[in-house]
Nanobody, 127 residues
Framework: QVQMVDSGGGLVQAGGSLRLTCVASGLTFSSRNMAWFRQAPGKERAFVAAITWSDGTTFYADSVKGRFTISRDNAKNTVYLQMNSLKPEDTAVYYC????????????????????WGQGTQVTVSS
């Protein structure tokens, strides 16, 4: 069965950095568009970043451009989210997500475009 395990969250001061990791199993990772979403208390799940399976093109929400970097290692079935210059408003539970096999919704920002989800990892940024 498909399993996606998110990790790397924690408590960090504003201006600090964290690297989130998502390890996937049970699916053809190299042929999946991958993404990170986040959900703050009382808010809807929001798009953060995405990376295509075909050529590794990346997409970012405006709020994280220039601070966050998404990357993937197909040999390790892993997608990363490097988060720098963190702000208190980045506080949320972060989830990785995978699309269907060889999906064509590149950079999709709607969570309904994604079929599989990690369990989430909490990121808390203190001021």
């Amino acid at each position: 069965q498909v399993q996606m395990v998110d990790s790397g969250g924690g408590l960090v001061q504003a201006g600090g950095s964290l690297r989130l990791t998502c390890v996937a199993s049970g699916l053809t990772f190299s042929s999946r568009n991958m993404a990170w979403f986040r959900q703050a208390p009382g808010k809807e799940r929001a798009f953060v970043a995405a990376i295509t399976w075909s050529d590794g093109t990346t997409f970012y929400a405006d709020s994280v451009k220039g601070r966050f970097t998404i990357s993937r290692d197909n040999a390790k079935n892993t997608v990363y989210l490097q988060m720098n210059s963190l702000k208190p408003e980045d506080t949320a539970v972060y989830y990785c997500a995978a699309q269907n096999y060889r999906g064509t919704s590149y950079g999709a920002t709607n969570p309904y475009e994604y079929n599989y989800w990690g369990q989430g990892t909490q990121v808390t940024v203190s001021s």
